[in-house]
């Protein structure tokens, strides 16, 4: 929703990276709160940012919204999982 309404505003490559500023900001909040070492913090920003851009690229593409959707969850059980089987000393 923040991309069409960005982008009939601002135009579409301007409303990818807003969207994914967005989008990145609020996977890296918790980090940031939990006060996680600084690259923990960089990651949780700066890998969101990059898949906000990508998965806004899929539905400019026109691949609808199925397929960010899918990559998105499978994002979301591959980082389940690495959580789950983590390093429990040092940074994930």
Not at 65 to 91: Q, Y
Request: proline fraction near 4%.
């Amino acid at each position: 929703m923040l991309q069409g309404a960005l982008s009939k505003a601002m135009g579409g490559a301007t409303a990818m990276l807003l969207q994914g500023a967005t989008f990145a900001a609020m996977h890296a909040l918790p980090a940031f709160l939990l006060g996680h070492p600084m690259g923990v913090r960089a990651y949780a920003w700066i890998f969101p940012f990059i898949c906000a851009i990508i998965l806004s690229h899929m539905i400019n593409a026109g691949w609808g919204l199925v397929a960010p959707v899918l990559v998105h969850s499978m994002l979301n059980t591959f980082a389940a999982w690495r959580w789950k089987f983590r390093i429990k000393e040092g940074i994930i």
